[in-house]
């Protein structure tokens, strides 16, 4: 993220950046790159199926991701994730137990996420919306392949999400 900067953003002078800092002599500011942090939801409905979204937009555009997205500055995570799942689903959900964190990039941009991860519940139907372009549930045995999920952390978290399932007869 810092890679491109060559000015400072308060006084306008060259920038040094070195690894993940960036400090300008000028002026003293130091800006320190970090993740940027995202709150997502395995949404699950009554029949034990969860919810996945088909992304309409790149990164990953046409593979199944699970729903939510980047908080906004200042932004507790689970109104994040409240908010997030209303633009992009028209759904209004209940966090029920928080599955976990997990690292990621975010495409080829190089930008780091960190990922928080809600088990959520919701009434009504959910439509498509937003950034993406279509919901679909799945039973937990047929959830889509590794390849067709958007980006690394969805098989993760989908596979913690499996583990902590009841056996089911089959």
Same mark, same amino acid.
């Given at each position: ?36 942090? =995202?709150?997502?939801?395995?949404? +699950?409905?009554? /029949?034990?199926?969860?919810?996945? @979204?088909?992304?309409? &937009? %790149?990164?990953? !555009? ?50 780091? =996420?960190?990922?928080?991860?809600? +088990?959520?519940? /919701?009434?009504?139907?959910?439509? @498509?919306?937003?950034? &993406? %372009?279509?919901? !679909? ?34």
């Amino acid at each position: 993220m810092l890679a491109e900067w060559t000015h400072c953003p308060r006084c306008g002078a060259h920038i040094d950046v070195e690894g993940r800092k960036a400090h300008c002599a000028a002026c003293g500011y130091t800006q320190y790159e970090s993740s940027s942090p =995202t709150a997502s939801a395995v949404l +699950v409905d009554e /029949a034990g199926r969860v919810l996945l @979204a088909r992304r309409a &937009i %790149d990164p990953e !555009r046409g593979k199944w991701d699970l729903p939510g997205g980047f908080l906004e500055t200042g932004e507790h995570p689970l109104d994040g994730l409240r908010r997030e799942l209303r633009e992009e689903t028209g759904l209004d959900v209940e966090p029920q137990d928080f599955l976990g964190v997990w690292m990621d990039v975010y495409g080829d941009s190089g930008e780091a =996420t960190l990922n928080l991860y809600w +088990v959520c519940r /919701a009434s009504g139907e959910p439509h @498509a919306a937003d950034d &993406i %372009d279509e919901v !679909r549930w799945f039973a937990p045995d047929d959830l889509p392949d590794d390849g067709e999920l958007a980006f690394t952390v969805n098989a993760l978290v989908l596979a913690a999400w499996r583990q902590q399932q009841p056996e089911r007869a089959g």
